[in-house]
């Protein structure tokens, strides 16, 4: 998006991230818009937390819920009626409570190295030498013509922008083995 999208949690924080992270989404809108209907006499309100636009034009409206907040019977009950009211619009409807520690953890990481300020050369490098080695064998490759540092900065930025893919459900370490994105 290139801009600041609020979020008023740190479990949102962590959603926002990855879907900062994901090619497919196009746009992210912080709530977006209120849901009303009436239930038994009364009025219920539901304000999503996100809308993602997919480059595919798929819309996904997503609810972030710690886990203790969907053990609520009224918490199910007014998510199971949001995703048959979005589904009847042809919208998807995804309730988040959290993702794999290691995978959040390397993609906060890598968001660190969203902005492109990287030489063209140094990443048409990488690209062609990382596929296949490790971070440390690449760097070692390529260090003789560029500071390490910038190497490593440069592999990490290509991560980012699914350049390049790597197995993000482990630590990012000097023996992560880097590959060509498909």
């Known amino acids: ?6 979020y008023d949690s740190r479990l949102e924080l962590a ?3 990855l879907a900062d992270f994901d090619p497919a989404v196009e746009t992210i809108v912080a709530q ?4 009303a209907w009436p239930h038994q006499g009364e009025l219920r309100r539901q304000i999503p937390d996100f809308v993602l636009i997919h ?6 409206v997503v609810n972030v819920k710690t886990e ?4 609520k019977a009224k918490v199910r009950e007014t998510f199971a009626w949001v995703t048959e009211l979005l589904a009847a619009q042809g919208w998807r409807h995804e309730v988040w409570s959290g993702v794999d520690p290691a995978l959040l953890s ?17 990443l048409d490098l990488v690209e ?12 070692v490759a ?3 013509r560029w500071d390490r540092r910038e190497v490593r900065s440069a592999i990490l930025h290509l991560l980012w922008t699914h350049t390049l893919c790597a197995d993000l459900s482990e630590p990012l370490s000097s023996e992560t083995v880097l590959e060509k994105a498909r």
């Not at 480059?55 to 996904?60: E, L, S």
């Not at 203790?68 to 053990?71: M, S, V, Y």
């Not at 890598?110 to 300020?117: D, M, Q, S, V, W």
């Not at 062609?128 to 760097?139: D, I, K, Q, V, W």
Request: aromatic residues 10%.
């Open 32 to 35: 977006p818009f209120q849901i």
């Open 106 to 122: 390397n993609v906060r990481f890598l968001a660190g190295f969203r902005r492109e300020h990287y030489p063209t050369d140094l």
């Open 68 to 71: 203790e907040a969907l053990k």
């Open 55 to 60: 480059t595919d034009q798929i819309v996904t």
């Open 142 to 144: 390529i260090s003789p």
């Open 128 to 139: 062609h030498t990382a596929p296949g080695g490790t971070f440390l064998a690449t760097e």
């Open 15 to 17: 959603r926002l991230l």
């Open 1 to 6: 998006m290139r801009a600041h999208v609020p």
